[in-house]
């Protein structure tokens, strides 16, 4: 593949990253990696996309400082704690495959299942769904960066404001993403080509965060929801047609 055929894949999966972590909490970021993987192998793909991955979550902290959920990120993170650890330790031993059609699976279940339930009620923060699915999160963010679809699924049925619940999601991801770091190094991801590519594609990440606040801070309540649950949807189908 040329130079040009990779860029023309990459750089609108960077994009798609800044906007989704600036103005979405991810939502649309799990396009991403199958679009990169379209341009390198999947393996490569996970690898590259880390650090972009923590460069867009710093970039974006400051638009969100102190704006987070403090109750649900004291649920989530021991539970992503938990995931990561046991994607490590099980590093190569899960099928890939396997989890990535699982999780598309029950991110499209879920869409569908609010679609059903008409203007349901907002629920409260319960413990352990939360920490469940954060587990969940936490694994499948290791093994191909799939972790938005468990998250949403915790918080979206709370409804929290926007903001909060983009501020919640991206503080998460970056201590998340953060932890993986010593992990991945430590199983040799970063290699010096790895490296040298996630350096090339950094720039755009923070044209993509701008746009995503930009993009946010213009849509009410009920559209940013809207709008996620398709992230989501598309996610989930993109994780079905690249593993089935």
């Not at 959920?69 to 031993?93: C, H, K």
């Not at 953060?178 to 090339?200: C, I, T």
Request: with cysteine.
């Amino acid at each position: 593949m040329t130079l040009h055929d990779f860029l023309l894949f990459a750089l609108p999966a960077i994009f798609l990253t800044g906007l989704s972590k600036g103005g979405f909490g991810g939502a649309l970021g799990g396009l991403a990696v199958p679009l990169l993987a379209l341009a390198t192998s999947p393996k490569q793909a996970v690898a590259v996309m880390l650090p972009i991955l923590c460069l867009a979550d710093v970039v974006g902290l400051k638009a969100y400082w102190r704006k987070w959920d403090t109750a649900n990120l004291r649920v989530m993170l021991p539970g992503a704690a938990l995931g990561i650890a046991i994607g490590s330790l099980t590093f190569g031993f899960f099928d890939e495959r396997a989890i990535g059609l699982l999780i598309g699976v029950i991110a499209i279940l879920f869409v569908g299942l609010g679609l059903i339930a008409s203007h349901p009620a907002p629920r409260p923060l319960h413990k352990g769904r939360g920490t469940l699915l954060s587990t969940l999160a936490g694994f499948t963010s290791f093994v191909a960066h799939a972790g938005g679809p468990p998250v949403m699924m915790h918080l979206m049925p709370q409804q929290l404001d926007k903001v909060r619940f983009v501020a919640t999601v991206n503080l998460f991801f970056l201590l998340t993403n953060a932890a993986k770091l010593v992990p991945y190094a430590a199983l040799g991801q970063f290699s010096r080509d790895n490296l040298l590519l996630s350096l090339m594609l950094a720039p755009i990440v923070p044209l993509g965060v701008w746009s995503g606040l930009w993009l946010q801070s213009r849509i009410n309540h009920l559209w940013f929801y809207r709008i996620a649950r398709l992230g989501i949807l598309l996610a989930g189908v993109q994780l079905i047609w690249r593993y089935l």
